[in-house]
């Protein structure tokens, strides 16, 4: 099993940004890739990006691409999310999660979550 915290989250306004952090801990080996979802009020969980931890391969989804940077320290077994110019439509809470590749990534796919983090984009 793999554990991860979120952390990062606020309230911004449309064009702002913000990083979120995302610490994970426990069964971590070189195949474990950590994705980053989210979740609008009254919608389901989609993928945002995700990042391989050997070669730190990025991977977006189209909708964020060019505003949102993935990252990782291996080191500290930590994957950030650059997110830039934010939208209203950003607006959600936003989850990380591990486990092997998969592309697209889908909710169902994983066990494990972190309590997720609130992002509020004002207009």
């Known amino acids: 099993q793999i554990q991860l915290v979120e952390s990062g989250g606020g309230l911004r306004q449309a064009g702002g940004s913000l990083r979120l952090s995302c610490a994970a801990s426990?069964?971590?080996?070189?195949?474990?890739?950590i994705y980053w979802f989210r979740q609008a009020p009254g919608k389901g969980r989609e993928w945002v990006a995700f990042i391989t931890r050997v070669g730190s391969n990025p991977y977006y989804n189209d909708v964020m691409k060019g505003r949102f940077t993935i990252s990782r320290d291996n080191a500290k077994n930590t994957v950030y999310l650059q997110m830039d110019r934010l939208k209203p439509e950003d607006t959600a809470v936003y989850y990380c999660?591990?486990?092997?590749?998969?592309?697209?990534?889908?909710?169902?796919?994983?066990?494990?979550w972190g309590q997720g983090t609130q992002v509020t984009v004002s207009s």
């Open positions: 426990g069964r971590i080996s070189d195949n474990t890739v």
């Open positions: 999660t591990g486990g092997t590749f998969r592309f697209p990534p889908r909710a169902t796919d994983f066990d494990s």
